[in-house]
């Protein structure tokens, strides 16, 4: 997305929503299916405009965080709904850049690095 038409969070904004989302992620029962970008800005209780584009800045500093501290990837809890359940390109893209992934953002590579990062989470 483009930062012109969606720009950044200020600081304390972004800290409060990723906290926010942290939270609503970790609280999440096994059982219960991924939610998508649009459920998890639905669940935050974000009113528009850019919901998800804010919740997508949040799980990007999230992914920052958990990759300085050595933590499984807890973004890896929010899917799109158009990519068969797993993360948009983007939380690839990310993880790639971070050093946790080998880049793909489709195919069984990334399907193996999100079904990894979700079972590190359920330990």
Do not use: C, N
Not at 8 to 19: D, F, G, I, K, M
Not at 88 to 99: I, Q, S, Y
């Amino acid at each position: 997305m483009s930062e012109s038409l969606h720009p950044p969070l200020p600081p304390a904004e972004l800290a409060t929503l990723t906290l926010a989302l942290r939270e609503l992620l970790a609280a999440l029962p096994s059982e219960q299916p991924l939610p998508t970008y649009h459920e998890a800005a639905r669940a935050l209780g974000l009113k528009p405009p850019h919901t998800v584009y804010r919740v997508i800045q949040a799980l990007e500093q999230t992914m920052r965080e958990d990759a300085a501290a050595g933590r499984p990837l807890i973004a890896a809890r929010v899917v799109s709904r158009v990519r068969d359940r797993l993360p948009a390109p983007g939380f690839f893209d990310l993880a790639t850049r971070l050093g946790l992934h080998d880049g793909a953002e489709s195919g069984p590579a990334a399907r193996a690095f999100h079904r990894a990062q979700l079972q590190a989470l359920s330990r």
